[in-house]
């Protein structure tokens, strides 16, 4: 199958991974729990830490939540957790989400947060979260728009800097507005009834929004600037620039930032006689 040479795009810095463990059900999959009850087997798709797998552990058990992701260092860490947590009712699995290790019509619900932002094929990730659902099955969404994002106080170098970060996910074969696709998406790979939603994210005080500006100003003098600087994108001089803005934004008492995260739910068609 193609595009088994999927890579998460910004890589895992610590600072990234401790910002996705603070992630949780209530917040990031509020539009999806309704949906959900106890006994359901559930699959989360790029599931990394497993700080939102384990709140679907808790919903539906004594049902069984799977969590798969590429990284074996996240499938380890989410391990890790599951047993402290002492959650026998979840699993994880090192698995490709073009390739998903389970058996036609197996799950109740399929889950992916920001996965599909981030994939070449996304179409066809859909198609194999399809093969797995159950007919009658439900399929949830989620991926941050970044045509949406503000930071404020605005200037040129917070903008340009927003413009690089989009530029790179689509330079790695990802879609920085996939959110407001998803619809379509999802209809294209079988599925009906899907009904469209939208959150909003945001740091609106001085400790959040530091931490926020040294998890970007980390990822942006990493891998970021590597590779604009390797594509002509940005000067080294240029990129000090975009760090020294970035820095300023987080110190300043007046800082906001806000972005919209698009969701969406659908099912898979349930045969009748």
């Known amino acids: 199958m193609s595009n088994q ?35 359901m087997m559930l699959l989360d798709c ?104 503000i930071l404020s106080p605005s200037n040129t170098q917070l903008e340009k800097l927003i413009h690089l970060f989009a530029q790179f996910l689509q330079y790695k074969g990802g879609n920085p507005y996939i959110g407001r696709q998803h619809r379509q998406l999802l209809r294209q790979a079988g599925f009906f009834d899907i009904e469209a939603s939208a959150s909003c994210h945001y740091h609106g005080n001085s400790k959040a929004v530091c931490i926020y500006a040294e998890v970007i100003d980390d990822l942006l003098q990493s891998v970021i600037a590597e590779t604009a600087i390797q594509q002509g994108w940005a000067t080294t001089k240029e990129i000090k620039t975009l760090v020294d803005a970035c820095q300023s934004w987080g110190n300043n008492p007046d800082a906001f930032d806000a972005i919209t995260f698009c969701e969406a739910v659908a099912w898979k068609l349930k045969v009748t006689d």
């Open 5 to 39: 040479n999927e890579q998460y795009s910004p890589g895992y810095r610590p600072k990234l991974i401790n910002d996705y463990k603070q992630r949780h059900i209530s917040k990031e999959a509020s539009f999806f729990i309704p949906y959900l009850h106890s006994g």
């Open 46 to 149: 790029g599931c990394g830490p497993g700080s939102i797998t384990e709140g679907f552990a808790g919903i539906v058990q004594p049902g069984l939540v799977y969590g798969i992701d590429i990284e074996h260092e996240q499938i380890a860490a989410s391990k890790k957790l599951a047993q402290h947590k002492q959650l026998k009712n979840m699993k994880f699995k090192v698995a490709n989400v073009y390739n998903l290790p389970f058996g036609n019509d197996l799950f109740d619900a399929v889950f992916a947060h920001t996965l599909l932002q981030h994939l070449k094929d996304p179409n066809q990730a859909l198609k194999e979260m399809y093969r797995v659902l159950k007919p009658g099955g439900i399929i949830g969404v989620r991926d941050d728009d970044q045509g949406s994002l």
